[in-house]
């Protein structure tokens, strides 16, 4: 939350940003940038929206950008004049757009699935204000799993716990989920679900960061 983010004396804003978005990666990416913000909720029927753009051709990089747009849009209707961010990822095995695990049974068959594999990660960010999306970007990031044993994915299972069930392919890089990889290619933020860079070039752009 912005209480729990120090001050940046690189903030030019006369008010936090607004994060449309549970995930802790993502606000442990805003924090770790003193980029002052606070969490709000902004509800989608995210498989509606999802479904829709699939009719409509989209891959999976342009499903994350729609998600995005359409989280900050929700939130910026519900906070007039306040800068909205909101975010998505998508998880792709070459054509196939894969989902979070509901339960233990489908994070083990997603991670055999992706073992021994390359799949990539694209994660979309955009910013809303009073019912109009003013910039967005999407940027992918390229992973490959190990080959892993069944009694390996077991394992992994046992460790990780519920947190399995937590994010898209049953893993977070940032914690055990490194074990099951052995290379990785793209931005560290991306892969965390907020492409930081392009946000921050966003964000001085329209004056709010030096």
Known sequence: MADAVPENSLWRGTAPLLLA???????????????????????VDERAIEAEAVRDGADPAS??????????LAGAAAHPGRHVIGADQ?????????HK??????????????AGRTHSLH?????????????????????????????AIEAYLDAA????LSSVGGYQLEGLGIH???RVEGDHSVILGLPLLPLLGFLRSEGLLL
């Open 90 to 98: 998508t998880l792709a095995l070459g054509d196939d757009a894969l």
């Open 21 to 43: 978005s549970k995930s802790a990666a993502r606000r442990a990416l805003l924090e770790a940038a003193r980029v002052p913000f606070e969490v709000v909720s902004a509800e």
């Open 63 to 72: 499903v994350a950008l729609t998600l995005a747009r359409a989280k900050a």
């Open 123 to 151: 994660s979309a960010v955009a910013v809303a204000r009073d019912g109009a999306v003013l910039w967005a970007t999407v940027d992918s990031a390229h992973l490959t799993m190990r080959p892993l044993t069944e009694a």
């Open 101 to 114: 695990p509901a339960d233990r049974a489908a994070a083990r068959a997603q991670i055999a699935r992706l």
């Open 180 to 182: 099951l990889f052995e």
């Open 161 to 164: 716990g519920e947190a399995v």
